[in-house]
């Protein structure tokens, strides 16, 4: 018997090592888009191919929460991971710091873990480069 157990731990452990290699993340943030406004989530409106073949070979979540109907809050509450009325940005605030200065966002987290991070956007409106 132990020595089943000892091959059943043994297995786990090969099997977590086999996949310990940081995986490549890719956040995509799209103002007013719908839970169903993509095709790999069951629009027949929307052709969304380039979007479907990224969920195809990554993991796409079917529960969320958003923490303010508002983009300002919202944004601030993903890129922190704290609720936007703590920190002070229960609306849209406008200005070159939106988001609270020395907060460590989502992106200085995953650098200070050894990913290479960008931001590509148009208008985060949190201020700051």
């Excluded at 969320?64 to 809050?73: D, I, K, L, N, T």
């Excluded at 990913?115 to 148009?122: A, L, R, S, V």
Aim: aromatic share 10%; with cysteine; net charge positive.
């Amino acid at each position: 018997m132990s020595t089943r157990i000892f091959r059943l731990f043994s297995g786990g452990l090969l099997a977590a090592a086999a996949v310990s290699a940081a995986p490549n993340v890719v956040m995509i943030l799209v103002d007013d888009l719908g839970w169903r406004d993509t095709s790999c989530y069951g629009s027949d409106v929307y052709e969304t191919p380039h979007v479907d073949r990224l969920a195809t070979s990554g993991v796409r979540f079917t529960q969320a929460y958003a923490a303010h109907p508002r983009c300002v809050p919202s944004r601030t509450g993903l890129f922190t991971g704290k609720y936007p009325a703590r920190l002070g940005v229960p609306g849209v605030r406008r200005g070159p710091h939106a988001m609270p200065l020395g907060e460590t966002s989502l992106g200085e987290a995953f650098r200070a873990n050894g990913y290479t991070t960008c931001y590509i956007d148009c208008s985060t409106h949190l201020g700051g480069p």
